[in-house]
């Protein structure tokens, strides 16, 4: 057995335990299990925040990465100014391989009008990729409420699609509870929330919703398309069997 599949059987033995756990114990077994090795990947939404915040509690030495697509809204780039003064980090950004101009000449303008899977998987999707090779697992600030890919995420799980483990500590919590603690903690957050933006992404495919609408009826709009890509739960692969 190797290394990789011990790892899977250690995290699926843990994950009915860890329902349990609350985000504050979550993040410190991924902290004292993985070190730094572990890191938190955010768009700095409100779950974000409140996940960075919490991490801060834990730990002053923690690491946390972007996908900078090069299309952010300036009010996220002023927020990641604001995080990295505040909680004394240095947030690591992944790159997209093609600089927008490039994209542009080799896939024609405007690609998220025509193909916006293309276009996350090129900005978002493929930046991911190479930056979680360098690590054992990620912490993520989804949530189960926020589409129906993500109703069946686990606190602790083996990410079949990255092929690493994905810490997801606030995976039960609810938009409520995001934003009680985000009040309660005095944690900054994107200003345009308070602009009807409940999630956020890239400037070209984010618009604010109207009332009633979903929560994220504001991202790819004209599309039926709700997550970019990045946390697809794709099966993991069957541990082998051992004959006796």
Known sequence: MNQEQVVREQI????AVAEDWSPEQVMGWAFR????????????????MAV????????????VFTVDTEFLFPETYN?????????????????PLLMPEVQERLHGAALWTRDPDQC?????????RRKLR????????IRREQTITRARAQKLEWDAKFDLVKINPIAHWTSKQVWRYIHDHHVPYNPLHDRSFPSIGCTHCTRA????????????????????????????????????
């Open 12 to 15: 699926v033995e843990l994950q």
């Open 33 to 48: 299990s993985f070190g730094n090795r572990v890191a938190i990947s955010s768009a700095f939404g409100a779950e974000g």
């Open 52 to 63: 960075i915040d919490i991490a801060s509690r834990i730990s002053k030495e923690f690491r």
């Open 79 to 95: 927020l990641m100014e604001k995080i990295e003064s505040r909680y004394g980090i240095t947030i690591e950004r992944a790159y």
């Open 120 to 128: 996350c998987n090129l900005r978002k999707v493929e930046p991911l």
């Open 134 to 141: 360098e690590l054992e697992a990620w912490i993520t600030s």
């Open 209 to 244: 919703v109207g009332p009633g609408e979903d929560a994220r009826a504001g991202r790819w709009p004209g599309f039926a398309k709700t997550e970019c890509g990045l946390h697809a739960i794709e099966p993991a692969p069957a541990s082998p069997e051992v004959e006796l």
